[in-house]
């Protein structure tokens, strides 16, 4: 397991970076952004934004404040804002977000839930 979760006050989240190439298997935790230009097996979680590249793929699940995809996924996806889905990501699973964006070539398949905490304002008939 990587945790980045021993900063002092005074500094900013770290920016992590997993490179082409690169295969991580477990469970990934950050206070910062993370990069994925590799391959991920196991579970993501960030209190910052999660970057998944074109070349890159995640194959578990995904926590995080924000999601940019370009590349693969399958699994399930938990976004606390806005979820961006690129013109080449291929997403497979649950998508659970407040938010979603997605590019025409983008390519979903499964459940997706949206606004998640807010509740419907509904005006009654006069």
């Known amino acids: 397991m990587l945790k980045n979760n021993n900063m002092s006050n005074n500094e900013s989240p770290a920016r992590n ?3 082409n190439g690169t295969i991580i298997r477990g469970e990934i935790e950050s206070n910062g ?10 579970i993501l979680k960030s209190n910052g934004k999660i970057v998944l590249g074109q ?10 404040k924000q999601a940019d995809l370009s590349g693969k996924v399958h699994g399930k ?15 497979e699973g649950e ?14 398949t ?14 009654a008939k006069k």
Do not use: H, W
């Open 77 to 91: 996806i938990v976004v606390d804002e806005l979820t961006s889905l690129k013109s080449t990501s291929r997403v």
């Open 95 to 108: 998508l659970t977000t407040k938010q979603l964006y997605i590019e025409i070539g983008a390519i979903f």
């Open 55 to 64: 070349n890159g793929s995640i194959e578990g699940d995904i926590f995080c």
């Open 33 to 42: 952004d993370i990069r994925i230009d590799g391959r991920v097996e196991g």
């Open 110 to 123: 499964g459940k997706c839930e949206m606004g998640k905490g807010e509740t419907p304002k509904v005006e």
């Open 17 to 19: 970076i997993i490179g």
